[in-house]
């Protein structure tokens, strides 16, 4: 639930600072923004940078080292 309140929170932020006129003229960087960002997941998912080895590591839970 969090997560999804925070979410809320930067959408609501960037309709509030960033004019309309300055987000048409930022859109193609936005769009080159998010290619990379998904290239970037993709390589990791293929490579396993983020694969989880267990219930714990190092005696932490999962939600403690994704915090």
Request: hydrophobic letters at 55%; a positive charge.
């Amino acid at each position: 639930m969090g997560y999804i309140l925070l979410t809320a929170v930067f959408w609501l932020a960037f309709f509030i600072l960033v004019p309309r006129r300055v987000w048409r003229r930022l859109y193609p960087e936005i769009l080159f923004g998010a290619l990379v960002g998904t290239i970037s997941d993709l390589i990791g998912v293929t490579t396993f940078q983020w694969h989880y080895l267990g219930p714990t590591v190092g005696g932490l839970s999962r939600w403690a080292d994704l915090g």
